[in-house]
């Protein structure tokens, strides 16, 4: 008999879905050109809002994984061909389909002998929860007994880690190249406790990065006590602005440090990754603001028609969106930019580049969500295409 659904992750997990294409559907006001370019001041103000009020997208997603499957339900050998079944077909379908459609295919497919293909940027999202696991075998055990107080402990090691992308800017002293104490110049990294230009293992590696959103699951399935609504939102709601404004000002002030009063600006990718500082998953803002919305969202016990008849549906084949989704958000995205123009010049004013973000998401949402859900229904292979 299968388990009983927990109902909040599955919402949880459409809500993330359709935040992942507001990300998506941002990117091309910060990013052209070279690799970096933003058009007007307004513009980028709107990318860092809507950027930053969505980032924690993927940490849901991670959340919602250590949740449902961590610790282990099942012997490793079945673990991972539950798992192969259900990321890695879909994920092959998809890497050749954009292989064949963006770019160069020969170069591509050779390309692919070594990462995903970089037009589409967002399936590094399958190679991270891939590693993730593979170390989830490891962890069960612990996992199986660790007690509230240790779990806390080693959260709050991660949770400072989070600080470490914020100090290493603050450290290096300059944006994009940076010279460490070793007096070789790393890219946007200056080298903290025990790391240096031939050392990136030092004393925080094996705590930082995405692991922390598994224990975070681990967290709120094993000990995290029911609050009532007026609990939830005193500490979701200061969580969640205190992560936006270190998001959102980050991205900003570095925006305009780079731009000196005039726009447009642009530059190299390196650009663009630097302005994304505060944005990064590992980083404390996304984190807080991920915390806020597991709170918010764990409150959500509506199981009725429209769950069962939309969301849930949708729910179950948000991994086919997530890996669909950029075919159909880049035509949109060109479809309302030659429509409603680019930036302050455009139709509406300072207020198009804001509607043109959120049409192409809800229009990708909506599209994706009516496509992924009718060809799971495909028997025998619906599932090895939409997940």
Same mark, same amino acid.
């Given at each position: 008999m299968d388990k009983p659904r927990e109902i909040w992750v599955d919402w949880m997990r459409v809500a993330a879905c359709l935040m992942v294409m507001v990300v998506h559907a941002t990117e091309p006001f910060y990013l052209g050109g070279d690799g970096s370019l933003i058009l007007t001041r307004?513009?980028?103000?709107?990318?860092?809002?809507?950027?930053?009020?969505?980032?924690?997208?993927?940490?849901?997603?991670l959340v919602a994984s250590g949740y449902l499957q961590f610790p282990l339900h099942y012997p490793t050998g079945e673990f991972f061909r539950r798992r192969a079944v259900r990321i890695l077909i879909p994920f092959a379908v998809w890497t050749l389909v954009y292989a064949l459609v963006w770019g160069k295919p020969v170069q591509n497919f050779k390309d692919l002998l070594f990462n995903f293909n970089y037009?589409?940027?967002? #399936?590094? =999202?399958?190679?991270?929860?891939?590693?993730?696991?593979? +170390?989830? &075998? $490891?962890?069960?055990? %612990? *996992?199986?007994?660790?007690?509230?107080?240790? #779990?806390? =402990?080693?959260?709050?090691?991660?949770?400072?880690?989070? +600080?470490? &992308? $914020?100090?290493?800017? %603050? *450290?290096?002293?300059?944006p994009m190249v940076i010279y460490g104490p070793s007096g070789l110049p790393r890219q946007s990294l200056w080298p903290l406790w025990g790391e240096a230009s031939w050392n990136a293992y030092g004393v925080f590696?094996?705590?930082?990065?995405?692991?922390?959103?598994?224990?975070?699951?681990?967290?709120?399935?094993?000990?995290?006590?029911?609050?009532?609504?007026?609990?939830?939102l005193a500490?979701?709601?200061?969580?969640?602005?205190?992560?936006f404004a270190i998001s959102f000002w980050g991205f900003l002030?570095?925006?305009?440090?780079?731009?000196?009063?005039?726009?447009?600006?642009?530059?190299?990718v390196e650009k663009a990754v630097w302005w994304e500082t505060t944005w990064c998953n590992d980083t404390l803002g996304v984190a807080l603001m991920t915390i806020a919305l597991i709170l918010i969202f764990r409150k959500i016990t509506a199981d009725g028609g429209f769950y069962r008849r939309i969301l849930l549906p949708v729910s179950k084949a948000?991994?086919?969106?997530?890996l669909a989704h950029l075919l159909v958000l880049v035509a949109f995205s060109g479809l309302f930019r030659h429509a409603l123009g680019v930036g302050e010049a455009g139709s509406l004013g300072i207020w198009t580049t804001p509607v043109e973000i959120l049409l192409t998401a809800l229009c990708t949402f909506v599209t994706t969500a009516v496509a992924a859900v009718w060809v799971r229904k495909i028997p025998l292979v619906g599932k090895w295409i939409a997940g």
């Open positions: 307004t513009d980028a103000f709107w990318a860092s809002f809507f950027d930053s009020l969505v980032r924690c997208c993927v940490p849901l997603f037009a589409a940027g967002h #399936l590094w =999202f399958v190679y991270m929860l891939v590693g993730i696991y593979l +170390l989830m &075998p $490891l962890l069960s055990p %612990w *996992a199986e007994r660790v007690g509230r107080k240790e #779990l806390l =402990f080693y959260l709050g090691i991660w949770l400072f880690t989070t +600080l470490i &992308p $914020l100090i290493r800017d %603050w *450290a290096g002293g300059a590696y094996y705590f930082s990065g995405m692991i922390g959103y598994l224990l975070l699951g681990l967290y709120f399935r094993k000990f995290a006590p029911a609050l009532s609504w007026g609990r939830t500490v979701a709601i200061p969580f969640y602005l205190a992560g002030r570095r925006a305009f440090e780079t731009a000196q009063g005039a726009f447009p600006v642009g530059g190299l948000s991994y086919g969106m997530y």
